[in-house]
C-alpha cells in the first residue's frame, strides 16, 4: 500500500489543522493506521492509532486534543488536530501497519505552530 499525505502548514498556537492520508490498493480497511510526528533533534513518536475495526488510542501528550478517523470507503484517514501548541509542531507521518508485521510510510507532512 502506497500512502500519500497532506494538510500540514502554518497555524497559530489553539489553531486547528486536518490531516490527510490517502492510500492505494484494496487492503486499507483490513490494516490498522497510525500517524508518527518527528520533531527537530528528537525521535520519531507515535501520535495516534486507529485499528482496522475503528479503535483508537492516543498519546498522552495528544490525548483530547486530537481525534484519528478513517474512512474506508475513501481508503483514507485523518488526523483532526485541535488546540494546537508550538510543541506539536513537526513532520507528520501516516503509517499503514501491515499484518505481517511490517509498516509502510508516507513521505510526511510539516505542521507548524507558532505566533
Known amino acids: 500500500v502506497q500512502l500519500q499525505a497532506s494538510g500540514g502548514g502554518l497555524v497559530q498556537p489553539g489553531g486547528s489543522l486536518r490531516l490527510s492520508c490517502a492510500a492505494s490498493?484494496?487492503?486499507?480497511?483490513?490494516?490498522?493506521m497510525a500517524w508518527y510526528r518527528q520533531a527537530p533533534g528528537k525521535q520519531r513518536e507515535l501520535v495516534a492509532r486507529?485499528?482496522?475495526?475503528?479503535?483508537?488510542s492516543y498519546a498522552d501528550s495528544v490525548k483530547d486534543r486530537f481525534t484519528i478517523l478513517r474512512l474506508n470507503a475513501k481508503n483514507t484517514a485523518f488526523l483532526q488536530m485541535n488546540g494546537l501548541k508550538p510543541e506539536d509542531t513537526a513532520v507528520y507521518y501516516c503509517?499503514?501497519?501491515?499484518?505481517?508485521?511490517?509498516?509502510?510510510w508516507g513521505q510526511g507532512t510539516l505542521v507548524t505552530v507558532s505566533s
Open positions: 503509517c499503514a501497519m501491515m499484518n505481517d508485521g511490517s509498516s509502510n
Open positions: 486507529i485499528t482496522s475495526a475503528g479503535h483508537a
Open positions: 490498493g484494496s487492503i486499507f480497511g483490513r490494516i490498522d
